[in-house]
């Protein structure tokens, strides 16, 4: 079984479950992003084969600080398009509230990953529990079984400090 083949078609997106995630665009255009606070970030991408730039809409798993690490997080695992574009050249764009920037990027190993996963669920345990049973993901809640899980929801953290 190849990678593709590991993720049933009901974890991606569809219909009425896509429309509304990909309704913070339009608002985050309107120059409305202040509406999501940081909880929300806008990456504008570019398409891994066309070049065409793309926006996607992305939670925040966590966020250190002013001027630090922005994570999120690839619920729809590593063959998200938006990941993909990512793993092929780093976001062109972040726009959080209404502040864009160039981001320097990192994509977060699954030992870190887990860590960061970890936070969010402590802080948000029913958010948590609810984006799992939506991708259709789970574990055994053993630190173990959580970093295994996160190889299939990847990690990415954008930092607003200058690219090297």
Same mark, same amino acid.
């Given at each position: 079984m190849n990678l593709r083949d590991s993720f049933?078609?009901?974890?991606?997106p569809r219909g009425l479950f896509k429309w509304m995630l990909r309704l913070p665009v339009p608002l985050f255009r309107m120059r409305l992003g202040w509406i999501f606070g940081?909880? %929300?970030v806008l990456i504008t991408h570019r398409g891994r084969r066309s070049g065409t730039l793309h926006q996607?809409?992305?939670e925040v798993v966590q966020h250190?600080?002013?001027g630090h690490e922005y994570i999120v997080c690839s619920g729809t695992g590593p063959t998200a398009d938006w990941y993909r574009n990512l793993v092929s050249s780093p976001a062109v764009e972040i726009q959080v509230r209404n502040r864009h920037w160039e981001p320097a990027q990192r994509m977060l190993d699954n030992v870190e990953a887990a860590r960061r %996963?970890?936070?969010y669920e402590t802080?948000?345990?029913r958010t948590a529990g609810r984006l799992l049973r939506t991708m259709g993901r789970?574990?055994?809640g053993s630190d173990a079984g959580r970093v295994a899980m996160m190889a299939s929801m990847p990690m990415v953290a954008f930092s607003d400090q200058p690219r090297r």
């Amino acid at each position: 079984m190849n990678l593709r083949d590991s993720f049933s078609m009901r974890q991606r997106p569809r219909g009425l479950f896509k429309w509304m995630l990909r309704l913070p665009v339009p608002l985050f255009r309107m120059r409305l992003g202040w509406i999501f606070g940081e909880r %929300f970030v806008l990456i504008t991408h570019r398409g891994r084969r066309s070049g065409t730039l793309h926006q996607t809409p992305v939670e925040v798993v966590q966020h250190d600080g002013p001027g630090h690490e922005y994570i999120v997080c690839s619920g729809t695992g590593p063959t998200a398009d938006w990941y993909r574009n990512l793993v092929s050249s780093p976001a062109v764009e972040i726009q959080v509230r209404n502040r864009h920037w160039e981001p320097a990027q990192r994509m977060l190993d699954n030992v870190e990953a887990a860590r960061r %996963f970890h936070t969010y669920e402590t802080l948000h345990p029913r958010t948590a529990g609810r984006l799992l049973r939506t991708m259709g993901r789970s574990y055994d809640g053993s630190d173990a079984g959580r970093v295994a899980m996160m190889a299939s929801m990847p990690m990415v953290a954008f930092s607003d400090q200058p690219r090297r």
